[in-house]
């Protein structure tokens, strides 16, 4: 059969994966050098918050690939995908498993992020909402999840290669251009999308992001009145 190119990432999308690369791996380093660091390591978490609720809105009014409802597997996609009886574009079953572990594990991080405390030199804009116990425990899982989600991470890059050179499927070159070149004739471009949801959802990332840095965070409390000085 012909090979033919078909649009499948739309630029949204696109964007969307290399800023969060960008931004992970910002916050990777910074939050392992720490130091002076540790402000810039806020505020790529902070940036990352706005990121993946743009993600998650857009998995509902972007075009046909970037949807949930495309990409989401259930067990008969999957059986047919380890049977070798998968055709599809976009994300196959596996990866759209690693795509959502990947998406989990990158909102609890900086979820957790919010709210710690390591009493050092960092202090998360939400942390006034919590105890100090549970900072301290969100602390601990926040330093913990760091691992899990290097693990994955590097689980998502190995498959990456092993695709590129094993099965000589190159799964990169989409997410730069938009296209995936495919003999199935049956394969239909991406659709929906457009301007105004993604003007939405931009809206709904920027007051996601002012809400985690603490815009709806109670006043403190005044300072208590100065006292006047003995007259003598």
């Known amino acids: 059969m012909e090979n033919r190119r078909v649009k499948v990432w739309d630029a949204p999308t696109r964007l969307f994966h290399w800023l969060l690369v960008t931004l992970v791996a910002t916050a990777f380093a910074t939050g392992f050098v720490g130091g002076n660091w540790i402000e810039w390591h806020g505020r790529a978490g902070l940036a990352i918050v706005g990121l993946l609720v743009f993600r998650i809105v857009w998995g509902f009014v972007g075009s046909t ?96 290669v092993f695709y590129a050179v094993i099965k000589k499927h190159y799964l990169l070159p989409p997410m730069f251009s938009g296209c995936a070149t495919t003999d199935d004739p049956a394969a239909e471009p991406a659709r929906g999308g457009g301007w105004l949801p993604f003007v939405v959802a931009v809206a709904l990332a920027a007051s996601a992001v002012w809400v985690a840095s603490g815009g709806l965070n109670p006043p403190p409390p005044a300072p208590p009145p100065p006292q006047a000085a003995p007259a003598w």
């Open 65 to 160: 690939y970037a949807r949930f409802t495309q990409f989401v597997p259930g067990p008969a996609r999957v059986l047919a995908y380890l049977r070798g009886q998968w055709h599809g574009l976009g994300h196959n079953p596996l990866g759209a498993f690693s795509v959502l572990g990947l998406l989990a594990l990158t909102a609890f991080q900086v979820g957790s992020g919010l709210v710690a405390d390591d009493n050092i030199s960092f202090t998360g804009p939400l942390k006034a909402l919590v105890s100090q116990d549970t900072a301290d425990w969100f602390t601990g899982l926040h330093r913990f999840n760091v691992w899990l989600l290097g693990g994955l991470v590097g689980l998502h890059v190995a498959s990456i």
